[in-house]
């Protein structure tokens, strides 16, 4: 089986920016995107240009700056927020026009207030007067999660005949189980006439903290696009995280799908949002929090030390981070601290070690973690002479 490309399309300026504290001004969103074209992401959501003048002039901005990525500006089922995204996206070289409209019973009775008529027709008309403007259109049905099949296959089948060229099917409150979202592509694949000719996407948020999961089971059942965010940051508990789908897709190779990604930079990359957006990331994040590939257990410690791969299934060096990091601590043992101690040149026999390892742990129960500088204190107070 050929490997099918996964087109990455990410909404950090958009999705990601609607955090609270999170606000970025024209310049910051230069910078950020400038990152993600060199990361290789497939489509970046510049904002929602009638949203704000600020906005409409970043996208604006980000439209001309760009050259390999499409560039796309969110909009409402609106009129006048489809003509503001299109004199935004004048400037792109590959631009697309991003709007949809509720499709969930909640969305169609308490929010949109109308009937499920009223919601088809005017999500034609909001693909047909996209169309207009951009060849590439994406249409997405807000809290497809929660939205009958059946009536979530009409509506699609309707914007692809409009013109559609993507289909957004988002988890917008993140409900979904992963089987259950898999499951609303599948029946989508398999029931919407004509979507051999248009990409669905997946937009899977973490309320839950099901997104990542939610968005690989919506490609392994024939999504090829996966809309997502660096870090995962976004609105509530966040969107899917770039980092974590890029890897996975990465580190299942018999999965037969693959992105464009250069994983080298996910670590730069999530260094630059998180001081940018002001937003930390938690040192257990997966591939790029601090700790990911950190070691204090002295089990784990020796295991690594041996042989990296018995605890580390993905290596450093393929996300941007140098090396693994052993970590002291009063839960270290010898293995550890022999090789903290090479690195830092001193190489001791056994007994000397034991020695050594016993001060060691004295000063391990006093702090939370062992540094160097404790290191080379520890062997002068002791008077340790290195062996050889």
Do not use: W
């Amino acid at each position: 089986m050929s490997v099918q490309k996964i087109q990455i399309f990410d909404t950090t300026l958009r999705d990601g920016e609607q955090v609270p504290g999170c606000k970025l001004n024209t310049q910051e969103k230069l910078v950020i995107a400038k990152q993600l074209e060199l990361l290789g992401v497939d489509v970046i959501e510049a904002g929602f240009p009638i949203s704000s003048p600020g906005d409409f002039e970043a996208v604006k901005a980000i439209a001309k700056q760009t050259k390999e990525s499409t560039v796309c500006g969110l909009s409402r089922a609106v009129e006048n927020d489809i003509r503001t995204a299109a004199e935004a996206l004048k400037g792109a070289r590959q631009p697309r026009i991003h709007t949809g409209i509720g499709t969930s019973d909640l969305h169609v009775r308490y929010k949109l207030r109308t009937t499920r008529e009223e919601v088809m027709a005017r999500a034609v008309e909001a693909v047909k007067l996209a169309k207009s403007f951009v060849e590439d259109v994406e249409f997405y049905a807000e809290d497809a999660g929660r939205t009958d099949n059946e009536f979530l296959a009409r509506i699609c089948e309707l914007a692809v005949k409009a013109g559609a060229t993507v289909l957004n099917i988002p988890d917008t409150t993140g409900y979904c189980l992963p089987e259950e979202y898999g499951a609303k592509i599948k029946y989508l694949y398999e029931n919407v006439k004509g979507i051999e000719k248009v990409c669905l996407s997946t937009h899977c948020h973490n309320d839950l903290g099901l997104a990542t999961a939610n968005s690989i089971a919506g490609v392994v059942n024939g999504a090829r696009q996966i809309e997502c965010t660096i870090n995962g940051v976004g609105e509530r508990a966040g969107n899917t995280a770039l980092e974590e789908v890029v890897m996975i897709l990465r580190q299942h190779p018999y999965l037969n799908l693959t992105t464009g990604v250069n994983s080298k930079l996910l670590t730069e990359t999530s260094t630059l949002v998180s001081h940018m957006m002001r937003m930390p990331v938690q040192p257990n994040k997966a591939i790029v929090g601090a700790n990911a590939f950190s070691h204090s257990s002295g089990i784990h410690q020796d295991g690594v030390i041996k042989h990296r791969e018995t605890y580390e299934i993905i290596d450093p060096r393929d996300v941007g981070v140098d090396s693994s990091s052993i970590v002291l601590t009063a839960r270290s043992g010898r293995a550890a601290l022999a090789y903290r101690l090479q690195k830092l040149g001193y190489n001791f026999d056994k007994e000397t070690l034991d020695k050594a390892y016993g001060s060691f742990l004295q000063v391990a129960d006093e702090k939370k973690e062992v540094r160097d500088n404790d290191l080379h204190v520890l062997v002068e107070k002791q008077n340790l002479v290195t062996a050889g």
